[in-house]
Each structure stands twice: as C-alpha cells, then as structure tokens.
C-alpha cells in the first residue's frame, strides 16, 4: 500500500495532517496510519483476530460531532489472505466518544470478541493566510 505522494489532507481552511496515530489506551500500543493517494483517509494496516482480517480507517469527510469516523472493513481470514467480506454491521462506522475511565473522547471499536479503545494523536501544520499589498515607491 503506497504512502500518498501528494498534499497531506487539509482540514480547516489552513490546517494539514502531518501525521496521525491511533493509541490503544489499554495498552499504550502506537500505530501510525498512512495515506493513500486521492483518498481523504488515515489507514490502519490489518489487525488479525481470529479468523478475520480488520481493516480501520479515520475518515475525514464523513465528519460526526467534530471529529472523524472510524470506519472497518473486515473479511474472513483464509490462510492468511483476505476472504469474503463480512457484511457490515454496528462496527462498520465508529464514532468518537466521551470515555470516563480515560477522561477523553475515544473511539470504542467493536467486533466480535474484540474491543479497542482508541485514542487518536495528529500532528498538524498550520499555515498563515496573508493579503498583501505592494508599493512601488517612485524617487
């Protein structure tokens, strides 16, 4: 999967994504996302539990009380290969939340057996906008 070779995604007028990590806040585990070309997502690579094979995704134009959905994909595991897709259910899209035990909003992913608190860190570049005028001073 090829990291983006173009503009980081933009949010707000003058804001881009640098980078962007989810954090399991149960056990501290870091995992840096990437991008895809023409694509206004942040990907996770696959999570293998049992026998499937998860796909998450932070998705930017799918914007839910200030903050991204967390989308999955999830397909059966055959010998290591992605299978079937499963159909999508509750888990397909995620939102942010408030979490009392972590004191901050995170992202509860559910499927199955398995269950994620995510928490996610961005590092952002912001940008000045500037009107100018300019003088030639004649002498």
Same mark, same amino acid.
């Given at each position: 999967?090829?990291? /983006?070779? &173009?503009? $980081?995604?933009?949010?707000?007028?003058?804001?881009?994504?640098? @980078?962007? +990590?989810?954090?399991?806040?149960?056990?501290?585990?870091?995992?840096?996302?990437?991008?895809?070309?023409?694509?206004?997502?942040?990907?996770?690579?696959?999570?293998?539990?049992?026998?499937?094979?998860?796909?998450?995704?932070?998705?930017?134009?799918?914007? /839910?009380? &200030?903050? $991204?959905?967390?989308?999955?994909?999830?397909?059966?595991?055959? @010998?290591? +290969?992605?299978?079937?897709?499963?159909?999508?259910?509750?888990?397909?899209?995620?939102?942010?939340?408030?979490?009392?035990?972590?004191?901050?909003?995170?992202?509860?992913?559910?499927?199955?057996?398995?269950?994620?608190?995510?928490?996610?860190?961005?590092?952002?570049?912001?940008?000045?906008?500037?009107?100018?005028?300019?003088?030639?001073?004649?002498?």
């Amino acid at each position: 999967m090829p990291l /983006r070779e &173009s503009m $980081p995604i933009q949010i707000g007028k003058n804001k881009h994504i640098l @980078s962007m +990590k989810l954090v399991n806040v149960d056990t501290n585990d870091e995992m840096l996302l990437f991008e895809r070309m023409g694509r206004n997502c942040h990907f996770n690579k696959e999570i293998l539990t049992d026998d499937y094979i998860i796909y998450l995704r932070i998705h930017w134009g799918d914007i /839910r009380n &200030s903050d $991204p959905v967390l989308d999955a994909e999830v397909y059966r595991n055959i @010998s290591g +290969k992605n299978g079937k897709k499963i159909r999508y259910g509750s888990w397909h899209h995620t939102e942010k939340r408030y979490d009392q035990d972590s004191n901050s909003k995170i992202y509860l992913f559910r499927f199955k057996n398995l269950q994620l608190r995510l928490m996610s860190k961005i590092s952002v570049a912001m940008g000045v906008g500037l009107d100018a005028i300019l003088v030639k001073e004649n002498k």
